[in-house]
């Protein structure tokens, strides 16, 4: 028999006073009339513990913004709880949402926190920015070739992928059956069309955008860019990290819209139009304020040429020369030989003293002519100073 039982038999018998039973089971008469009140009116079961939680929550998330809540993960199982509000709040502004905090243990409560896998970070120097950093829209694209993956039917997808800096506004996101110039450089000219020029693009040095031995790493597509007026620019090798912002990009676009693949190429590319919409339009982005890329983006004021590029003007005491197929020059009665990168452009010589006269093309300078040698010295080192983007 429990205590409470053996209280309420002793009362009821009437031998004692309450006051003198309470004091013998150790509590107050407070508490021993509680407890025949309800043995009075619940019999047995009104002895039984009861929660000492309250009736009413004033703090607890009311049911309809649950419900959002909830219905948003279940769209979106990639977004963290700072998104799912930020989305949410986006729809009804006028409802009071929780903190992220509570939406995290609101998810484990309903079973839809995977736990995650930690990793060990590289430590990175946080005073530098690296090369990625840009200030303002088209101050700098970047763009990279994910790793690629098989469709259902077999066939290999690239996923060609080019984003501005600033905003993280995803300009384009194509299957690609293999990375390729021509491939790479269509996709590049249709987003010159649309969102106009930008100052700088970022690349790794991997073809089709750079290539490791000509001059300044410059490839046929990055020579594309110098003559447009846009400085091609290279992360140093094993440094994925100065494009930490693009990398980050494909991991989100691997969850999101290539697991599992879709059944075709084409029916991949349908895939990635529409995540991309919803990633510029919808998708909330911390760096952002928790705004889509598409609130912050805005066109270049620098046109695509139509036409490609203008024909290359260099000052007057430059001389001008064209390289052939064959990547050379003549100058003085010599073929010099410089790279077939810069095959069918117009590079500028400057000149340095008698036997020397340094190579630009456009703006950017490739290396110098020894006359006396009558061979071309390139300059070897890539082009990856950090951009400025005043």
Not at 163 to 175: E, H, I, N
Not at 178 to 202: D, E, H, M, N, S
Not at 205 to 228: D, I, T, Y
Not at 291 to 318: D, I, K, N
Request: net charge positive; hydrophobic share 40%.
């Amino acid at each position: 028999m429990s205590i409470r039982l053996q209280f309420v038999a002793e009362a009821l018998r009437g031998v004692r006073p309450i006051v003198a039973v309470c004091a013998a089971y150790g509590i107050s008469e407070k508490t021993g009339q509680k407890w025949l009140a309800r043995f009075r009116a619940f019999g047995l079961p009104g002895l039984a513990e009861r929660s000492h939680a309250p009736a009413t929550c004033p703090h607890r998330t009311p049911a309809p913004q649950r419900a959002a809540l909830l219905a948003c993960r279940r769209a979106h199982p990639t977004w963290g709880a700072r998104k799912l509000r930020a989305a949410c709040q986006a729809a009804a502004p006028a409802l009071a949402w929780p903190a992220p905090s509570t939406i995290t243990t609101l998810l484990a409560e309903a079973g839809l926190l995977a736990p995650r896998r930690r990793r060990p970070r590289a430590r990175l120097d946080r005073t530098d920015r690296g090369p990625a950093h840009a200030a303002a829209p088209n101050d700098l694209w970047t763009l990279d070739y994910k790793g690629q993956f098989r469709t259902g039917d077999g066939r290999w997808c690239y996923p060609f992928t080019i984003v501005d800096a600033a905003t993280r506004m995803l300009l384009a996101c194509v299957a690609h059956p293999a990375p390729g110039t021509t491939a790479a450089q269509r996709v590049l000219a249709r987003c010159f069309r649309t969102y106009g020029l930008p100052r700088a693009i970022l690349s790794d040095n991997g073809a089709p955008f750079g290539a490791v031995h000509a001059p300044r790493g410059l490839s046929r597509l990055s020579c594309w860019f110098a003559a447009l007026g846009i400085t091609p620019r290279f992360t140093v090798p094993g440094h994925p990290e100065h494009n930490g912002r693009h990398e980050r990009l494909h991991r989100t676009l691997k969850a999101e819209a290539t697991s599992p693949p879709a059944a075709t190429r084409r029916a991949q590319q349908a895939r990635f139009d529409a995540w991309r919409a919803e990633y510029n339009t919808v998708r909330p982005h911390a760096a952002l304020d928790d705004q889509p890329p598409a609130s912050r983006y805005q066109s270049s004021a620098t046109p695509y040429p139509r036409g490609g590029p203008p024909p290359l003007v260099y000052p007057s005491h430059f001389v001008a020369r064209r390289v052939t197929q064959a990547g050379l020059i003549w100058w003085q009665q010599h073929d010099i030989y410089i790279s077939q990168a810069f095959t069918g452009y117009t590079l500028g010589l400057a000149p340095v003293s008698a036997t020397c006269h340094d190579v630009y093309l456009a703006d950017l300078l490739l290396g110098s002519v020894d006359l006396s040698a009558r061979r071309f010295i390139p300059l070897t080192e890539a082009l990856r100073s950090p951009i400025n983007p005043g």
